[in-house]
């Protein structure tokens, strides 16, 4: 079982800029990928962004390529979304969750609560 919990979401004004955390704890090892996902009111939730747990390895929807970053540290056990250039399109709830395999734009079997990120114009 893993338990995810999101934080740092919050209400900041468009070319600003939010850093997201994810806190992960129970079984971390034993999921080979990590994301965040997004959804805005009255749309599907959207993949963001994934990294590879025990790699370096990062991939990105191209609506946030550039603007976004993702990282984690395995020794907080802890997964980061750095998001620069916000725009109003980014509002929405944000979550993170486990992912696989590597490479995977669909969430595997857990996800965090969710963080709410207003971006205003």
């Known amino acids: 079982q893993v338990h995810l919990a999101e934080s740092g979401g919050g209400l900041v004004q468009a070319g600003g800029s939010l850093r997201l955390s994810c806190a992960a704890s129970g079984r971390t090892f034993s999921t080979p990928a990590m994301g965040w996902f997004r959804q805005a009111p009255g749309k599907e939730r959207e993949f963001v962004a994934g990294i590879g747990w025990f790699t370096t390895r990062t991939y990105y929807a191209d609506s946030v390529k550039d603007r976004f970053t993702i990282s984690r540290d395995n020794a907080k056990n802890t997964l980061y979304l750095q998001m620069n250039n916000l725009k109003s399109e980014d509002t929405g709830v944000y979550y993170c969750?486990?992912?696989?395999?590597?490479?995977?734009?669909?969430?595997?079997?857990?996800r965090g609560q969710g963080t709410q990120v207003t971006v205003s114009s």
């Open positions: 969750a486990t992912l696989s395999p590597y490479g995977s734009r669909k969430e595997s079997d857990h």
